[in-house]
């Protein structure tokens, strides 16, 4: 697919100023790179600038817990919940599904709320509440067990609501009013915001400035800042953790406002592990709010002062600067398409695409400005022939440009270069002295050698040169090369040259209505004889 993008938008320009590349944007930016972000506040159909928690559920909808109520995002437009719509109270503090998919959302003093019917339902579901509320004690607002930060389910399909008050458990896999046991009390009075359900069955919650682990029948408890530094934070109050998250690989990470962790499993499943610190650098005022899994498997992390992206110990930050509608970051999450969902305080929703377009110049290291041809290897690498008067190849990577060398080889006509590897691996190069070949899938010249006309038989050669123009991918290994030149434009002493069935070569030789053009007519053929397709 990347590949693809770049073959449409860049074959065949003569001379692009800039190299631009579709790339995965994060990671890469450089601190100034305006990001692509795309903002939704009130103003869009948000029911608040305030965003808490963001949710994607199976059906692809993204649910946003704000401040005065729930949203819901279809792609195009919000639908808004409040409780109106059977809220137990307007300030949502997360969303979340069970384990039958149903939508659930904790409420700030109203207990939980269970979506009844899925959006767009019908006229007779419009008529009832959207919402049925479940309290978690007597009391409503008065009772701070109903003030619910954060709802997981177990592996039986059970809820845990991390409040105000402490830990509370439902009785029974069917929620009901009033109908939770509690399993821990609080005793600081920092407001509990982390908790997890992990893939291996064990929960997770933050909960008097510790976290706890639940495995089954076991419970661990950690005390990550005294653990690590031997010592009793002054501010321990304070280190309450903000989120609590595992990635694709199962690797879980917890962060306080004001470090990130990373828990190293046991060695015996079921056993205590530990925590250990990643080197996240922030300025001293800089609070961490959130974290979140990235893609490249890094780290989002959202702060009072920004975003940042880590990974293997290399970060970069991004602000106001870079696009985003504030620098204060709630909430992160990653939907199925790869965009980068950001829950602000005060901004809004602020949605960074998957892909960007990132300039590349001769300040970054192209030997030339002008750009003619991409190719990508069967690694997904990308490949680029650029300048004239001296052609180079060259290597694009994250970080770097790298200049692949070659011998001086290249076809007079610079748009006329190309670049391919097949299905083997295999490299194929036209040039002016004939086709070059390397069996090595590392593009290197010293690996290959260069067919000229001598080695296959080829006939009619201009000026005695082996003047190869074009080349075509085949579907499948090349099994036979015939290099074709005439001066006839419809090509049939080409086709009588070349030694195959009229059908056969009409199809392959995709070259064939350059004759005229170019004077001379040259077309590497390859592939499967018997369908003759050839895809550029």
């Known amino acids: 697919m990347l590949f693809g993008i770049l073959q449409k938008r860049f074959s065949g320009r003569r ?31 948000l029911a608040h600038n305030n965003v808490n928690r963001i949710f994607q559920d199976a059906k692809g909808f993204l649910w946003v817990a704000t401040a005065e109520g729930l949203s819901r995002f279809d792609g195009y437009g919000f639908t808004n919940y409040g ?16 384990r039958d998919g149903n939508l659930w959302a904790a409420t700030n003093g109203g207990g939980v709320s ?13 008529k009832r509440k959207k919402f049925v509320s479940f309290a978690i004690h007597d009391g409503g607002e008065s009772n701070r067990a109903n003030f619910v930060n954060r709802i997981v389910f177990d592996a039986e399909n059970r809820l845990w609501c991390l409040t105000d008050d402490g830990l509370y458990r ?56 005294q653990e690590l530094s031997k010592a009793v934070s002054p501010t321990s109050e304070f ?38 610190k990643l080197p996240v650098e922030r300025q001293p005022a800089q609070r961490i709010r959130t974290i979140a899994p990235a893609d490249d498997g890094g780290l989002w992390i959202g702060t009072s002062a920004g975003l940042i992206h880590y990974r293997h110990g290399q970060q970069k930050s991004y602000a106001t600067d870079n696009g985003l509608s504030v620098n204060a970051v709630n909430e992160i999450e990653t939907d199925r398409e790869g965009n980068v969902w950001v829950g602000t305080h005060g901004g809004g929703l602020n949605k960074l695409a998957s892909e960007t377009v990132l300039g590349y110049t ?17 690694d997904g690498k990308l490949y680029s022939q650029v300048g004239c008067a001296k052609q180079n190849f060259v290597k694009i990577e994250a970080e770097k440009i790298t200049i692949v ?18 299905a083997q691996q295999r490299w194929w190069i036209p040039t002016n002295e004939g086709l070059w070949i390397s069996a090595s899938p590392v593009l290197d010249y010293k690996s290959g050698r260069l067919l000229k006309a001598a080695d296959v038989g080829y006939r009619n050669i201009k000026r005695e040169r082996n003047i190869i123009r074009t080349l075509t991918a085949a579907s499948g290994s090349p099994t036979a090369i015939r290099a074709i030149f005439t001066r006839q434009t419809r090509g049939s002493a080409a086709r009588r040259n070349s030694g195959l069935p009229r059908e056969t070569f009409r199809r392959n030789a995709s070259c064939a209505t350059r004759a005229g053009r170019f004077g001379w007519q040259a077309a590497a053929i390859s592939g499967d004889s018997k369908t003759g397709r050839s895809a550029k």
């Open 405 to 422: 060398p070659m011998p001086e080889m290249m076809n007079t006509i610079c748009s006329q270069t190309h670049l391919l590897q097949d």
């Open 239 to 276: 280190l309450n953790l903000e989120a609590l998250v595992e990635d694709r690989s199962g690797r879980i990470f917890a962060a306080d406002p004001e470090s990130v962790y990373q828990f190293i499993e046991p060695e015996t499943k079921g056993e205590r592990g530990v925590w250990r």
């Open 362 to 378: 001769t300040a970054e290291g192209l030997p030339h400005s002008d750009v003619y041809r991409f190719t990508a290897d069967r």
């Open 114 to 126: 269970l979506l009844l019917d899925a959006p767009g339902e019908g006229a007779a579901a419009a």
């Open 170 to 225: 439902a009785r029974q896999t069917e929620v009901g009013d009033r109908d939770f046991e509690k399993t821990a009390s609080v005793t600081v009075t920092k407001i509990a915001n982390a908790a997890l359900a992990d893939r291996r069955g064990r929960l997770w919650f933050n909960l008097n400035a510790r976290v706890i682990e639940i495995d089954g029948a076991k419970r661990f408890d950690y005390e990550i800042f």
């Open 83 to 98: 409780t109106a719509d059977g809220l137990g109270q307007i300030f949502v503090n997360d969303v979340t599904a069970d």
């Open 15 to 45: 001379h692009a100023a800039v190299l631009f590349a579709f790339i995965l944007f994060l990671p890469i930016c450089a601190p100034a790179q305006r990001l692509p972000v795309k903002i939704y506040t009130i103003g869009t159909g």
